[in-house]
């Protein structure tokens, strides 16, 4: 009697755990549809569940690259879904379904940089390393990565050092000219990279002797604002607002006369942009 | 007495002062010239090594012609390649920026690309067709050109003691008067090379807005810089906006163009209006964006109406990018069921409220490429073949695409994966060459 009674009461506290664990799983996605290219805690738990099933085998970063985009329409059409790479309803649903998600363990350790997996079965204590405490290193790559683990998504062919770079050269360059102006200076820059006539990558173009005055007298290393790494994306991205230009110039400063036999496309703030 | 002791006492100090500051202006003169050779030797030594680096070429360039089969000379042409690359790298190093050494450069990169596509990417063993050996031919004699210019301001440096900081110098300055040998002889040299660039062009320069034979003719009357504003209102569905500046684009554009600034909801708006059928080539709507409230999905639905109010048909979204708050979509066009790439807009999308921040149809206006065949000549299987087996395919579709020859070819376009890495890879659809191969970054 007593022995059924625990019983009972052993159920009884599995279920409603269980019933707990799936109520909060259930909650756990945002409603939004999430797809290729997003970034953020809705990808995380993407990846992390996908990997607790075997379908993902890749790094849990948040950013919803091809890795996961194929792991998640491989998902869809082993479940019987619309195999279209997208997290919709639907899918969430079958998935949270069939997986589970320990938010603590993955955002923390996502937070402390330390390398982990998710893999259902496996005790989660055998998928982590945890990175030696060095004063320094784990220090900084913490609070690096603290609440930030979206990567921007760059264009293919660019690095982060590229464009920090980039922003550097236009912040030196154009810090003075109206927002356009300083897309107009980085697409200068991308317009020479693909020019026969100019090295054919962004730092030799920048750093090619006389090219630009902002590296002849060291002002390129002035540390760029937001807007001019702002400029550089639009730059990178495909807008060209200088139409075309491989050169410009300043007129009132302007100290070679050849460049003022160029053929001139346009003026935008104080640079005159010439082909 | 008193008063001779302090005269003593300052005029000593005196003394030191000036024995103090000559030592150190001297010390400043030492140092200050430590770099300034440094920076010459620098110079210098990019400048010997282009010379070597374009004498080797010529000869290089030379011991090709003499062979029969690619097979023999494949190895002479990897390394006038390599030779080639080498002799750009030396004359990027040169303060030759603001002056006309654009040919030598040019001619450069020509033989770059002309032996990478005869002798590396090129996989047949035919002989070199007449008008590759013809171009070859070309390039040759064009070396020896520029070679024999190279030559001489290199006699003239080394007798007269040139000095590229000179040259730097007379570069960058107001006077007009640039009376340098050097650059003389570079001016030189570069003249002598006009005929040669006109008669050979293998794909000039790369990018879209840069070349204007493959450009699209445009559809349209001619309209006036008005109502080329009224366009951009209507487009932009700001009718409210306060024009600012309306200018045409200068002769350096490629497509005769008004560049619109217009001031809407206190922020600037910049734009570009072809003169001929007005349409709008980009816009910018800059803002500060500082929260994200919609995710990429309704970014994309956002953009996607956007298309569909500016009644433009068959785009597909290929590409999204999402970085400070705002996302870009990249859509190309879909022609009978084949994605072409070469006519591609983008769209950027504020992600707090949705607002279209900027827009840009240059590749899709501009970008000629209804000249391909979109029949494709071999089978997807047998095209398929040609991958590496340890790739596994994931996607596969028809797409026309501009090669690094900026032609554009219909291809046969695999998305595969191995391991944890994505691939794109594109085969021609008509030979099974290999256009392109990407690993394609998270």
Known sequence: ?275 | MRRRYWIVILSAACVMLIIGLAVWGFQERQMKKNVMIHAENHYQQAFHELNYYVDSLEESLGTTLAMQTRDTMRPQLVETWRLSALAHAAANELPLTLMPFNRTNEFLSHVGEFTYNTGVKSTNDRKLSDKEYKNLQQLYSESRTIRDGLRDVQAKVMKDHLRWMDVEYVLQDKNQNQDNQVIDGMKRIDNQATEYTDSFSPENPKNVVLQKKNLNPIKGTEVSGSQAVSHLKKWTGLSNAQVVRVAKAGKGSNVPAYEINMKAKKRSLSASVTKKGGHVIWYLFERPVRKETLSLYEASQRSGNYLKQHAFKNMELTKRNKYNHVAVLTYVLRKDNIRVYPASIRIKVALDNGEILAFDQTDYLFNKCDNVPLKPGMSEAEVQKQLNKNLKVQETDLAVFQNATLKNVLCYEFFATRGNDTYHVLLNAANGNQEKVELLKE
Request: glycine share 10%.
């Open chain 1, 1 to 275: 009697m007593k022995k059924r009674l625990i019983r009972v009461f052993y159920a009884a506290m599995l279920a409603s755990v269980m019933l707990f664990i799936q109520t909060n799983e259930a909650a756990a996605f945002s409603d939004r549809v999430i797809m290729r290219g997003d970034t953020g805690d809705d990808v995380i738990e993407l990846q992390a569940r996908l990997q607790y099933i075997s379908f993902y085998k890749g790094k849990i970063d948040g950013a919803f690259g091809y890795g996961t985009y194929w792991a998640l329409r491989n998902f869809q059409s082993q479940f019987g879904l619309k195999i279209d790479g997208m997290g919709g309803a639907q899918t969430k649903q079958k998935l949270v379904k069939a997986s589970q998600y320990d938010r603590n363990f993955v955002k923390s350790n996502l937070n402390a940089g330390n390398p982990f997996t998710y893999y259902g079965g496996i005790p989660l204590s055998q998928q982590v390393q945890k990175k030696a405490k060095s004063p320094s290193g784990s220090a900084t790559t913490g609070k690096q990565n603290q609440g930030k683990y979206t990567i921007d998504n760059l264009p293919q062919g660019y690095s982060k050092s590229d464009i920090n770079l980039m922003a550097n050269a236009v912040y030196g360059e154009a810090r003075g000219e109206p927002y356009i102006g300083q897309v107009a200076v980085g697409s200068v820059i991308v317009n020479r990279v693909a020019d026969p006539r100019f090295p054919n990558n962004i730092s030799d173009v920048i750093f090619q002797p006389g090219a630009f005055t902002a590296v002849a007298d060291g002002q390129i290393w002035l540390t760029p604002n937001e807007s001019a790494k702002k400029a550089v994306m639009d730059a990178i991205n495909g807008w060209d607002p200088s139409n075309g230009a491989i050169y410009y110039f300043n007129p009132d400063t302007a100290t070679s006369a050849w460049i003022w036999s160029r053929p001139q496309i346009g003026k935008i703030g104080k640079h005159i942009f010439c082909k």
